[in-house]
């Protein structure tokens, strides 16, 4: 089954203790990306990735890491989270990230609920 | 960056009706598309629509690039599309999408 996958879904953690949120899809998509959902937010974009080793800023990167190694796995670091990181966290991919493409679909993981104490 | 706007932001529906979401949005895009967020959370795709019409069962979409809005209608709506619809839009050579703030749905019997 195509798919987009995420752990943990939940995580209650503690202020400063490094922890690192998994993604990763089976669909052999180049683009990858980090949002956070905060009510009456919407969707922000954290961090995206164009291909393997390829990642760039999106909104609200301050606090976050990446990495993109390989091109099923897009994990999100927190090397010292704060309370206010405290959030629903999604990933999600698409097989092109380039216009002339057209193959723009996000498809979206579970979803992590963070919080941080 | 680009601005997105929803409307409106909260919508209560009885089974049967239908209804027109609508999304706004501040720039030229070259990609435009629907989710809709179910109760448990879930993100599901709807539509990639950064022009023209699409139609999928019951729900069908419109964007009109050149007055930058863009239109999602659900017809003889059912309990289960209850949730959170969002519209986002990105521009550039990126899939970078800027999301609105939603619109929720309740659909009642």
């Known amino acids: 089954e195509a798919q987009v996958t995420q752990n943990p879904r939940y995580l209650i953690t503690v202020t400063g203790k490094k922890l690192t949120v998994t993604c990763s899809q089976n669909m052999n998509h180049e683009y990858m990306s980090w949002y956070r959902q905060d009510p009456g937010l919407g969707l922000r974009q954290i961090y995206y990735?164009?291909?393997?080793?390829?990642?760039d800023k999106g909104d609200v990167p301050e606090g976050y890491k990446v990495s993109r190694k390989e091109k099923r796995n897009f994990p999100l670091i927190l090397e010292s989270p704060s309370p206010n990181q405290t959030s629903l966290y999604f990933c999600?991919?698409?097989?092109?990230?380039?216009?002339?493409?057209?193959?723009?679909?996000?498809?979206f993981g579970p979803g992590t609920r963070l919080t941080v104490t | 960056g680009i601005q997105v706007e929803q409307s409106p932001p909260d919508l209560i529906l009885q089974e049967g009706a239908n209804s027109t979401l609508r999304c706004n949005f501040s720039d030229s895009v070259n990609n435009l598309q629907w989710f809709h967020q179910n109760p448990w959370g879930q993100l599901i795709n709807l539509f990639y629509?950064?022009?023209g019409t699409k139609q999928n069962g019951r729900l069908s979409a419109t964007t009109v690039a050149t007055e930058r809005y863009s239109l999602l209608y659900i017809s003889s709506s059912q309990t289960t599309d209850s949730g959170v619809y969002f519209c986002a839009a990105g521009t550039g050579t990126a899939s970078k999408l800027t999301f609105g703030t939603g619109t929720r749905l309740q659909v009642t019997l």
């Open positions: 999600a991919s698409s097989l092109r990230g380039h216009q002339q493409d057209h193959h723009y679909e996000q498809y």
């Open positions: 990735s164009m291909n393997v080793e390829v990642t």
């Open positions: 629509i950064p022009s």
